[in-house]
């Protein structure tokens, strides 16, 4: 929970809006075939970071095999 806590502060809710806002202008000034892939690369990270986070949750060990 503090681990969380520290994370969520106003500083930290503020540089995620800005990034957000600049993706976004990116993403609108992209051709369609980098729009294309900048969603795939979200989509990637998305499941990379729900796997991260599913790992630490069932205490899963990785061995690197």
Known sequence: QRWIETCITDESVA???A???KLD???EMSSVVDQQKM???FFISTQMEHAFWEM???LENWTGE
Do not use: C, D, S
């Open 25 to 27: 202008q990116l993403y």
């Open 56 to 58: 630490a949750y069932t």
């Open 39 to 41: 969603l795939e690369a």
């Open 19 to 21: 990034e957000q806002e």
């Open 15 to 17: 540089i995620v809006r």
